[in-house]
């Protein structure tokens, strides 16, 4: 294509500009937000909002000038008020919620962690443009294991015990009574420990082929007082051990997956008669323009940088990303041996799908 400035719609030039322009604020908000989670400054102002720079300095040891910039940056963002007749700043409600709130499902500083680790490894990520390879979930930056789990078990906890489980047929009944569950891709833990601290009575395994986020997983399930119904084993999506599970779960990670409907088959071949197979994904309509709005963009987003490389650094290498829709997906069940696919619940982020063989 060859440029031709005379055909510039100068509105619509601007109008791109202006978008942009905000993006760029965004990005930087989102860095400026990021210093602050890891230097503690958003719950430090909380405490002692309104302030100045200076008495923040003074409360938390960090240098004045620094601080004074950050919170200019911050207050410019809207992420801090500013008073200028007192020269102070301070958090509302509102802000303190998402900025400091850590496991309120509206703090968002595990979102921007997680954004922060692509960053990071953008680098890795241009190279796979290039060779088509892909790039393991190991290989990424520490931050994405801590960010994606301080993202998602906010929303967990909101969600799955008194939303989700409730939705499937006949599920809740049998985790009371006492179930054995399969919570396969698990990471840290969140969900696995969510169930078993609502269901005692129930033995939840928990499978994941990232040793490091297994250990964690151990340690979480031990300080929240489960390690007597919860087993945390390394181990793949197409091997984990056992037979007669009552539940399977899979927690927004089937995508991220080589080969999704071998694990699918495999946790169908794993299923109790009458066992239940619950399925959550990103939320995502059918098709690409049903998508292309800033939620899509943040997940068609992670999904270049992290979901597809992943999917494509294993065995067949499917590269099902993080937008394939309730259709798709539904073709990834029926392809692993599951007839009856039913969507069970929905939040504006995910896709909670009831599976039966």
Known sequence: MTLRLSEIDSGKLEQLQGKVIGDVAGSMGLLMAYIGDKLDLYSALAEISPATSLELAESTGMDERYLREWLSANAAAGYVEYDAAEGRFALTPEQAVVFAAEGHPACMQGFFEAV??????????????????????????????????????????????????????????????????????????????????????STFHGFDFHGP????????????????????????????PGHGYDLVTIFDALHDMGDPVGAVR???????????????????????????????????????????????????????????????????LNAGDFSRVRRAAVTPTNLVLEARV
């Open 266 to 332: 495999h946790v169908a071949s794993t299923l109790a008669e009458g066992g239940t197979f619950m399925l959550v994904e990103p939320f995502a309509g059918d098709r690409l323009e049903d998508n292309l709005h800033p939620l899509g963009q943040i997940y068609y987003s992670f999904s270049t940088l992290v979901c597809v490389p992943a999917s494509k650094s294993q065995e067949v290498g499917l590269g099902l990303g993080a937008q394939a829709g309730q259709k798709r997906l539904a073709e990834v």
């Open 116 to 201: 922060m680790s692509v960053y990071f490894d953008e680098a890795k990520v241009r190279e796979v443009f290039r060779s088509g390879q892909g790039l393991p979930w190991s290989d990424h930056s520490p931050c994405l294991f801590c960010g994606t789990e301080r993202f998602f078990r906010p929303m967990y906890a909101m969600n799955l015990i008194d939303a989700w489980l409730p939705a499937l047929d006949g599920v809740k009944a049998k985790l009371e009574a006492g179930a054995k569950v399969a919570d396969i891709g698990c990471g840290h833990g969140s969900s696995t420990i969510l169930m078993a601290r609502a269901f005692p009575n």
């Open 213 to 240: 986020s297994i250990e964690h997983a151990r340690e979480r399930a031990r300080a929240a007082g489960v390690a007597a119904n919860t087993i945390f084993e390394v181990v793949t999506a197409k091997d984990y």
